[in-house]
């Protein structure tokens, strides 16, 4: 069964950080793009960035409103990947949730279409 | 603000069909066929329902179409369903830093 599962979210200060797991199985993790994406309360989703095989570098791209904040890697070993969130703000308050994008035989959408979603991790940012 | 734009709600009765609009630019929906459609009920994660612009994965029926004209891409459900009723997003690849970009979200109403 094709599985992501998220944890680690929680209530945190401003200025805090917090770090979000997710661990996936039923996926070939190491030929996987993994992609973080969050959702405010009552928002549209909001893409936070990807992380690319190991084979491309793991190369990673953010969203641009983050500023540099987020990070985001990968343990092949352990078929995970992770978001280390710094300096975070109560804008950032909201479900992060990691996916993986749709293949269609050896034709993948890491980028633009997301098939494999993850329950989602909620995370508050409040003093 | 989310970067695509899409009216708040729609709604139809059962058998009818509703058609949701995804404004984007020429950065975005405009260059690429590279946009998709959520479904998301209350509680749960996004489903795709729709990608590079007309395609459905496997397992989504064919009541859902898709469809692109500009900077504007549309997704309409015939023959609506009771469990149709749910939150519809649109997304497309863009050229800037920010890769992805989302719609605002539109609420499905089952009249």
């Known amino acids: 069964e094709v599985q992501l599962v998220e944890s680690g979210g929680g209530l945190v200060k401003p200025g805090g950080s917090l770090r979000l797991s997710c661990v996936t199985s039923?996926?070939?993790?190491?030929?996987?793009?993994m992609t973080w994406v969050r959702q405010a309360p009552g928002k549209g989703p909001e893409w936070v960035g990807r992380i690319k095989d190991i084979s491309q570098g793991a190369t990673t791209d953010y969203a641009a409103s983050l500023q540099g904040r987020f990070s985001i890697s990968r343990d092949d070993s352990k078929k995970m990947v992770y978001l280390q969130m710094d300096s975070l703000r109560t804008e950032d308050t909201a479900v992060y949730y990691c996916?993986?994008?749709?293949?269609?035989?050896?034709?993948?959408?890491?980028?633009?279409?997301?098939?494999?979603w993850g329950q989602g991790t909620m995370v508050v940012v409040s003093s | 603000q989310s970067a695509l734009t899409q009216p708040p709600s729609a709604s139809g009765s059962p058998g009818q069909s509703v058609t949701i609009s995804c404004t984007g630019t020429?950065?975005?929906?405009?260059?690429?066929?590279?946009v998709s459609w959520y479904q998301q009920h209350p509680g749960k994660a996004p489903k795709l329902m729709i990608y590079?612009?007309?395609k459905r994965p496997s397992g989504v029926p064919d009541r859902f179409s898709g469809s692109k004209s500009g900077n504007t891409a549309s997704l309409t459900v015939s023959g609506l369903q009771a469990e149709d009723e749910a939150d519809y997003f649109c997304?497309?690849?863009?050229?800037?830093?920010?890769?992805?970009?989302f719609g605002g979200g539109t609420k499905v109403t089952v009249l």
């Open positions: 590079e612009v007309n």
């Open positions: 020429s950065s975005d929906i405009g260059r690429h066929s590279f």
């Open positions: 997304s497309s690849y863009a050229d800037i830093k920010t890769l992805v970009v």
């Open positions: 996916a993986a994008g749709l293949c269609v035989g050896t034709n993948c959408h890491w980028d633009d279409a997301f098939e494999i």
């Open positions: 039923g996926i070939t993790f190491g030929n996987a793009w």
